[in-house]
């Protein structure tokens, strides 16, 4: 039976913890220090009799490294079976609310400071299929676990993708780090949007240019293809 849960209402930490041997833990959107809000909670999981823990963070962020990485480091220490998952840049940024997807529909534009650096974008639904076997295997993968697609592209890449399967043309438009950041600026916190738009600068100098066989790994099959993804999508606009 659903229970309420919300990071920053302690209140409600309690009941989510009620009975729960194992946590899957989505850090709260947009916040610059989750580790403020998430450590206290997993201290509470742990006296609550949680004993597995499985994190979502980013590719983009290493273990100790800043935001969610903070709590990447923790976890070891206060559960006896955890993972992280690191999955590499959604697929879903093209499809859904993101900035990204609303550019493409209203403009047929993608904007980015990635120049032609390549990201081996996964489908929200591989990670998904990731997660299900950390949390319910015997045994927990006890590491932290990079996801990404079958194929590393640039957003150059991307935008040709969608072009040909949907027949509406798309363009990637590159920006400045410092354009790309002023942009942001109008829609989250200042240290959040300096905080994207490195991510974006450190794609263009080759940091996202990898793909792993994690997804093949721990779910038995490939990881799907963007193009997969927009003909699905496509199909279920139709």
């Known amino acids: 039976m659903p229970v309420p849960f919300d990071w920053y209402d302690p209140a409600t930490h309690a009941g989510a913890l009620d009975g729960v041997d194992r946590v899957y833990l989505i850090p709260p959107l947009g916040d610059s220090d989750p580790a403020a809000i998430m450590l206290p909670f997993l201290h509470q999981a742990r006296m609550a009799g949680v004993h597995r823990a499985v994190l979502l963070s980013s590719s983009a962020i290493p273990e100790g490294g800043p935001a969610v990485g903070t709590v990447h480091r923790a976890l070891p220490d206060l559960f006896e079976q955890w993972a992280v998952l690191r999955p590499s840049w959604f697929m879903q940024n093209f499809t859904g ?9 209203d403009e047929g534009i993608i904007r980015t400071a990635t120049g032609s650096g390549r990201v081996g974008f996964v489908d929200a639904e591989d990670i998904a299929a990731v997660a299900v076997r950390a949390l319910t295997d015997e045994q927990a ?15 150059d ?5 969608i072009t040909e399967v949907t027949g509406r043309p798309v363009a990637h438009r590159r920006l400045s780090y ?8 109008t829609q989250v916190p200042v240290e959040f949007a300096a905080m994207l738009a490195g991510m974006d600068r450190a794609i263009a100098e080759g940091a996202e240019d990898r793909i792993t066989d994690t997804v093949q790994r721990l779910t038995g099959r490939p990881p799907h293809t963007f193009r997969a993804l927009v003909e699905r999508e496509m199909r279920y606009s139709s």
């Open 178 to 185: 410092e354009q790309i950041r002023d942009r942001l600026t």
């Open 141 to 155: 993968p006890n590491t932290d676990l990079v996801l990404t697609g079958p194929e590393a592209l640039s957003h």
């Open 157 to 161: 890449d991307i935008a040709a993708i």
């Open 97 to 105: 609310t993101h900035a990204h997807a609303r550019s493409i529909r």
